[in-house]
Structure formats: C-alpha cells, structure tokens
T-cell receptor
C-alpha cells in the first residue's frame, strides 16, 4: 500500500449511522489529508492535519469529523449529518520537506 | 483560495499520437504543480511535478510546462500507449494544501 493503509476498502452505511474510515501511515510524514472524490468533481479536501493533536477544516468539512491522536493515524468519521456521503474517500500523507503526496488505496462508501 | 481549472474533461487519441492536458490556476503564490494518474479503482499516483522556478520538465514520454505569467501549466504525453489510459489530475500548491483540477479521462485507442 505504499506506506498508507486505508480500511475498509468497501463500506456500507445505513441512514442515520456514523461510520469511521481508517487511515494509517508508516512514512513518518507529519501532514495527513482526507479527500472526497465524486465523478466529474475531482478531489475535494475534507480535513487536514499538519501535526498531532491539530487539524483544520477543508472545503467540505460539514458532516465529517477527524482526530489526530497519533502521528501514524488520521481516522475520518462520516456522521449522520452528512446528507450525501456516497463517494470514494482518499487519505494522503505528505512529507513536509519535499511536497509530494502519497495516497492510500481509498475507501468506497455507499449509503444503503 | 486557489481555483484550478482543467481541460479537456475527456480526451481520446490514437495509439502513438500525443496528448495534451491543460490547467490554469488563480493564486500567484502557488509554487508547486504536480500531476497525478489514476487508473480505474486505484489510488492517484504522482507521475511528474514542476516547481515555479522551472519552465519545463521532462521524464521520458511525459513533459510538463509552466507559464507563470499566464498562470497555466500543461501535461504532454508523447507516443501514447494503451496503458496511458487513465484519469489525470493536475494540482497547484502554495506549500500548505493542494488544490486539484477536476480531472481528464484519457483513452488511448489501439
């Protein structure tokens, strides 16, 4: 997985449920990001974290929450307040010294 | 904030021909411009990048050009092959976060 592991690969959520997507990295990168990908809309930033115990809202944070208790982990919770959560979710980490993003393999979330 | 526009949204070329994808950005503070390739159902992978102090960069069949004055940058793929078929994303970064274009779906016809 190139140092970033996302799980599960597929996730089904019932209406009104909260679900948590896992993202773990062993790259020792400080910055981590969550993106949502919808057809025809590219990648949109949900939340990002540049250091442990700190995170910032991205462009579409409403209905999502995150935590960053450990450098290696940046879980994303999709709450019941997110009205249209069906999408492909990508986690990324970045080495602050050379700018590059490394992406995880993604989680496809479907509301049933 | 930054706004990145990408064109075209779809592109079909014959095998062996060249493909060009163009992006524009709005924030003059952006200084790093990566390109990602995403195959169906897989993660985006970095294929080439360019920094604002460089006008052109080439890596085998792939090249990127940057025009800072006009705020646009382009991806050029020469001698296209069927395995080049994928969605390509451009991005612009000011060192804090990346702003992505909406993607170009490239199909190389054998």
């Amino acid at each position: 997985d190139g140092g970033i592991t996302q799980s599960p690969k597929y996730l089904f959520r019932k209406e009104g449920q909260n679900v948590t997507l896992s993202c773990e990295q062993n790259l020792n990168h400080d910055a981590m990001y969550w993106y949502r990908q919808d057809p025809g809309q590219g990648l949109r930033l949900i939340y990002y974290s540049q250091i442990v115990n700190d995170f910032q809202k991205g462009d579409i944070a409403e209905g999502y929450s995150v935590s960053r208790e450990k450098k290696e982990s940046f879980p994303l919770t999709v709450t019941s307040a997110q009205k249209n959560p069906t999408a492909f979710y990508l986690c990324a980490a970045r080495d602050g010294w050379n700018y590059g993003y490394t992406f995880g393999s993604g989680t496809r979330l479907t509301v049933v | 904030g930054e706004n990145v526009e990408q064109h075209p949204s779809t592109l079909s070329v014959q095998e062996g021909d060249s493909a060009v994808i163009k992006c524009t950005y709005s924030d003059s503070a952006s200084n790093y411009f990566p390109w990602y390739k995403q195959e169906l159902g897989k993660r985006p992978q970095l294929i080439i990048d360019i920094r604002s102090n460089v006008g052109e960069k080439k890596d085998q069949r792939i090249a990127v050009t940057l025009n800072k004055t006009a705020k646009h940058f382009s991806l050029h793929i020469t001698e296209t092959q069927p395995e080049d078929s994928a969605v390509y994303f451009c991005a612009a970064s000011n060192g804090n976060q990346f702003y992505f274009g909406t993607g170009t779906s490239l199909t190389v016809i054998p």
